[in-house]
Structures are given as C-alpha cells and as structure tokens.
C-alpha cells in the first residue's frame, strides 16, 4: 500500500498546510505560517496588506548569470463539505487519509487546488542540494472568489520574466492560454400596480448547465434565455403578459439550469398553453442533442394582488429577450478553443430593483470591452444602469515559448512523451502575471487530482511525487 510519506519536504508541508484552515478570505494563518518559515530559512520575504507572500532565494552555483524564474501557487482552498460532515473550515485541520495510491480528505475537500503548488515551492526553498536561477516564489490569497490576491499584488516584486505557474494538473500537460473577463452588473428599478388578472408559473428545468468557461462552446440551453424567450414569443402572438417576479441561475459563471417567472395575463388558461406549445417544442428540436433533458411548464395555482406596470413589464421582457449571451467567438490559432463568449448567469428580483448579472470572458481585452460596448448601448436604450466589476486580464497564447519547449525537454527525457499543451476559456491567475510584461513566458504545472471543488477531490500520491521531481527538473534547465 502506498503511503503518504511525511519525510518528503513537500509531503510535510501539504500536511502542515492542511492543518490551518484556508478557505478564500482566511488566509492570514497561512501567511502568518509562511512568513515564520522564511524567517526560518533566513530567506527574503514581503508579505502586503492582502497576506500575499513572496519569498525569494539566491540562485545557486553556476547559476548566478541566469534569468530569475517566478513560481506561483495560490494558498485559498474552496470550503465544501458533504452534508453528514460536521468539519468547521474556521477552525479545523483537514483528516487526511490514503486510499489505494489517492490523498483524500474526510468528508471535505482536500485543497490539493492549490496545495500541492504551496507545498513544492516550499519544499524548493528549503532544499540546500537543487540548482537553481534566483527564484521568487509567489504565494497568493483569493483566487478561487475572483484572483484578488494576484490583482492586488506590487509587480514591482517581480524582474522574473519567464514562470510556472503551479495551478495546474495533469503531470505531462501544461495550459497555453486562458480567459480574462468581468461581471457586468445590470440593474432598473420597476414600478408594480393592482392585479386582478390569472397569475400563472412558468418554470423551466432539465437543462444540463455547467460553468461557462468549459461548457460555453456547446451550445447548452441558457434557462432564463430560454423562458424569456417563450414568454416574448406569447406577446408577439398577441397575448397579454405581465411580470410578477422571477429567479433564474445560481452563480454568474454557471450556465443557468432552472428557471422561474411568475406571470399574469387577461389571456385564457387555454390561448396560453396553445401559444406557448409549439415555441417549447421547436426549443426541444433545437437542443436535442446538447439538452435533451429540457422541460418547461406553465401552471395557473398562483394569485397576485400585483404585478409590474406595462412599461416596467416590457421593458424587462425586450431587454432580456435581446440580451447578447453564450458562445461568440473561436479561436483561429488553436483548434477548438473558445475566444470569446458571456453567460447570462444570474437574474433577480430585489424589492423593486431588476438585477441581472453577465459574466464576459475573452482571451483578447477587446473582445471583452466589445461586448461590453454592446451591453452599454442596450441598457441605455432600456434605460437600465451598467457596472462592470472584477475584471481581470486574459493570457493570450503565443506560439513560441521557451519555458514550453524546456518543459517538453524534461518530459521526453522521463517519461519519452511530448508535452500535452491545452488551451481554456476559463480565467486564471496567469492573466494577471502576463499583463506584467509582454516578455513574459508562462507555463502550467501540477500532478494529477480528480474532482476538485468537491469533497470527492483526490491526490494521486505517486504523480504527486514524480511532479516535483519533473518540477525541479525544470528548474535545473532554466541557465
């Protein structure tokens, strides 16, 4: 049986990792922790305001003339638990326990996203028997609740220009490119008058959803796309149609699975179903294939003493009809990547206030200010108020790279494989260290997990040991 061996450097420090509690927002224990070992290891170090640490080290023998390498890992582990788990992530250590070659933590997950990265880098610093360039060793917070460390961090810390990021996974593959992006806040305050009209519920469900950097290109049904949809398509039957309130989508990222409007009309019980059946049906037709699942219903066993005014009613519906959403743009350098896209992920009700919420990504800044121009110019016209909040930067590929083909030197020497490279639409900290410089060279590295995010998460032991070794591998190669 294999065992989680605690006299590797960075096994031990996975563990000692695990016992402090590192959920987004609560990483002053784990900066608190890195900064004692720096002073330990009589290593250089600045920690800033949002507890980012950044140790450095001295290049080694033979390396003195060499460029300095960044490596980068985030310490923020997303928190979930099953629901039987009474584990307080405020407050209790990880249990940690091997099953067959796989790390897995009781009933919560694991943080191998991004401990594993935290752990080699320390493991690097302390080693006295590795060569190495000058190495500066970023150690951010709040990645997983929107990059904020990364954003937040001085670049003046940093003369690297070439860096590993160790938020990857895989063992022999490396992403080349990611999506920057932001949050376009959508707002209008409605007015409500008396209802005496039929209320009704329509409620759309079964759709397969998923998070839009991964999912976007597949043409998955949007649900509050979709009933907004059936509901614009009443009114240009001739129905009569008047919101009370809705719900719609979970988080802005998520492709939306459900959702709910209330509705009233002076229309029959009858007309309605009539206008609305062959709208649902040709929905079915259209996502056969990428949501077979899809279902929508219309009930009347609901009243209202009120629903929106005409005006309110109808602009909610137009604009939300029109809205731009999902998969705009691929790229025409890498086979199969999406380039640009938005995901209409959230929309509320508050009191009297229309909240709707987009999430724009792209892998070019522009494609993410175009849609947002578009957005602009539609809001204005409706008359609804447009914030863009937690952008972030985009890491466009580039063709040549150093740092890939050394990495791809390394596995072919172990492994006699060739360097997979993958491209995402998904955004992560690499952006914001590739706005530092345009001369900067960036690849991704990790050993293989399964199920991160969720308490299935999973550590494969034997890839977590010949990742670092590759690892270091690569520094030696970085003259």
Known sequence: ???????????????????????????????DWLEAFAKEHGLTYVRDKMNNVVIYKNATAGYENAAPLLLQAHVDMVCEKNKSSNHDF??????????????????????????TGVAYMMAI??????????????????????????????????????????????????????????????????????????TYRLFVTGLSGGHSGGEIHKEKGNSIKLAFRIIKEMQLKGLDVRLVSFDGGLKSNAIPRECEIIFTSKSSNDDILAATSKTIRDIC??????????????????????????????????????????????????????????????????????????????????????????????SSLFGFKLVSEARYP??????????????????MERNGKPLVEMAAHGGCECGVFAAISDEMDILTYGPITTDVHTPGE?????????GYQILTDLIKECK
């Open 1 to 31: 049986m294999i065992e989680f061996d605690l006299s590797k450097p960075y096994c031990r420090y996975f563990k000692e990792l695990t016992e402090i509690p590192h959920g987004s927002y609560n990483e002053k224990g784990v900066a």
């Open 90 to 115: 405020e407050k209790d250590p990880l249990q940690l326990y091997v099953d067959g070659e796989w790390l897995s933590a009781k009933d919560t997950t694991l943080g191998a996203d991004d401990g």
């Open 125 to 198: 610093l302390a080693a006295d028997d590795l060569e190495h360039p000058a190495l500066e060793c970023a150690f951010t917070v709040m990645e997983e609740v929107g990059l904020f460390g990364a954003l937040g961090l001085d670049t003046s810390l940093f003369k690297a220009r070439r860096m590993v990021s160790l938020d990857g996974g895989g063992e022999v593959s490396t992403a080349i490119s990611s999506a920057g992006g932001t949050e376009a806040i959508q707002t209008i305050d409605i007015s409500f008058e008396e209802n005496s009209d039929d």
């Open 285 to 378: 037709i259209e996502l056969e294939f990428s949501d077979p699942g899809f279902a929508c219903t219309i009930t009347k066993d609901y009243t209202s003493p009120k629903h929106f005014d005409m005006e309110s009613s109808n602009k909610v519906i137009d604009y939300i009809f029109l809205l731009p959403d999902g998969f705009k743009h691929r790229s025409m350098a890498i086979e199969g990547l999406t380039l640009t896209s938005l995901n209409l992920g959230i929309l509320r009700l508050n009191d009297k206030t229309v909240e709707i919420t987009s999430s724009i990504r792209s892998a070019i800044e522009s494609g993410i200010d175009h849609l947002l121009d578009e957005i602009t110019v539609l």
């Open 394 to 411: 985009g890491w466009n590929y580039k063709a040549n790279s150093d740092m890939r083909q050394k990495l791809n030197k390394v596995l």
């Open 458 to 466: 999973r550590l494969n032991l034997p890839s977590f040991d010949r």
